[in-house]
């Protein structure tokens, strides 16, 4: 039974900080592909940054690189997003995605729907 626990989130005033942690269980967690996605209202769901657990490649999007983190603790399981420098268009609804798609670079640049498990998501709000 493959379970992605999220924690964190939050409100946070603009310039601020929030980190997200996801704990994962049920499933081959090394040699996989994680990803944290958000989604605003009226809007698509983005991928915000990747992270291979085996090779530790990461990739982030445009519009976060240089504010956010992605991390892996392969002995926890666990994946984190540490978010700095927080503007109100980061606003969103964040989710875990897990068992990504894997290539010999690092994760895939494909889209939400090649993650096979999602946790349920946690709402960060900067204002």
């Known amino acids: 039974h493959v379970q992605l626990v999220e924690s964190g989130g939050g409100s946070v005033q603009a310039g601020g900080s929030v980190r997200l942690s996801c704990a994962a269980s049920?499933?081959?967690?090394?040699?996989?592909?994680m990803a944290w996605f958000r989604q605003a209202p009226g809007k698509e769901r983005e991928g915000v940054a990747r992270?291979?657990?085996?090779?530790?490649?990461?990739y982030y999007a445009d519009s976060v690189k240089g504010r956010f983190t992605i991390s892996t603790d392969n002995a926890e399981k666990t994946v984190s997003l540490q978010m700095t420098s927080l503007k109100e268009e980061d606003t969103a609804m964040c989710y875990c995605a897990a068992d990504g798609l894997l290539t010999p670079e690092g994760c895939s640049l494909a889209g939400p729907g090649v993650y096979s498990y999602w946790g349920q998501g946690t709402q960060v709000t900067v204002s």
């Open positions: 049920g499933y081959t967690y090394n040699r996989n592909c």
């Open positions: 992270i291979a657990t085996g090779s530790g490649n990461t």
